[in-house]
């Protein structure tokens, strides 16, 4: 497919323990965003990446939240020992770099237990 | 600091009208652009516009216009002829216009309009 794609589409998982959320960018498109919306946060920015960079980590609302991106293409964002106030969709985007409109992946909906 | 009001939370009409869905903006950027994201319930953010915060121009796509104005720093999205296929949660979006091709366009979103057409 063409477009952004985000795996699982769904997790479950219990307090405390560590997850991985994958996404693949569109192809050729040097930078990738994650966000995170929550009914109390709306849609919050994350992280940003050019290439294999974050120069924008702003977004990360603690040290349990990391993410990279290998070959400039797929990322992993990584929650460790998650908390219940994690639960929320995680939304990928890429752009082309010269245009600044972002394609959305489908989301990773986070369920923490 | 950016920030994006989107004061309408829900909106309920019929088929057929015409709908207009506010943003608001506010930033310290003199450069900057704007947009507008559809969530359908399937949940997945559609683009469907970006504007430029020194090109004023008002634009018509086929249902969809937008109404940018500078002096109010809003940017309003008209659908006309709503149909039940425009039910959908409406973001309004802005960034800070990137020095360079590829530099951090981060988006700080408004809270989004839900929009309901009824048959």
């Known amino acids: 497919g063409a477009g952004v794609s985000q795996s699982p589409s769904n997790k479950v998982t219990e307090k405390g323990k560590d997850v991985e959320l994958r996404c693949d960018p569109i192809?050729?498109?040097?930078?990738l965003y994650w966000y995170r919306q929550s009914l109390g946060q709306g849609l919050e920015f994350l992280i940003y990446?050019?290439?294999?960079?974050?120069?924008?980590k702003s977004g990360l609302p603690s040290d349990r939240f990391s993410a990279e991106r290998t070959g400039g293409s797929v990322s992993t964002l990584t929650i460790q020992r998650t908390q219940q106030e994690d639960s929320a969709v995680y939304l990928c985007?890429?752009?082309?770099?010269?245009?600044?409109?972002?394609?959305f992946g489908p989301g990773t909906r986070l369920t923490v237990l | 600091a950016q920030k994006v009001t989107q004061a309408q939370t829900e909106i309920s009409v019929v088929e057929k009208e015409d709908v207009t869905l506010d943003c608001v903006y506010e930033?310290?950027?003199?450069?900057?652009?704007l947009f507008w994201y559809k969530q359908p319930p399937s949940g997945e953010l559609v683009f469907l516009i970006r504007?430029?915060?020194?090109?004023?121009q008002n634009e018509i796509s086929g249902r969809y216009s937008w109404n940018f104005q500078k002096s109010t720093s809003s940017f309003n999205f008209t659908i006309t002829a709503s149909q039940v296929v425009d039910s959908a949660v409406y973001f309004c979006?802005?960034?800070?216009?990137?020095?360079?091709?590829?530099?951090?366009?981060?988006?700080?979103f408004g809270k989004g309009i839900t929009l309901s057409v009824r048959p």
């Open positions: 985007a890429s752009s082309l770099g010269q245009y600044p409109e972002q394609f």
């Open positions: 192809s050729g498109h040097t930078a």
């Open positions: 990446f050019q290439g294999n960079s974050a120069p924008d």
């Open positions: 930033t310290r950027d003199t450069t900057y652009y």
């Open positions: 504007r430029n915060s020194f090109d004023e």
């Open positions: 979006a802005l960034s800070e216009l990137p020095p360079y091709t590829g530099a951090n366009s981060k988006l700080t």
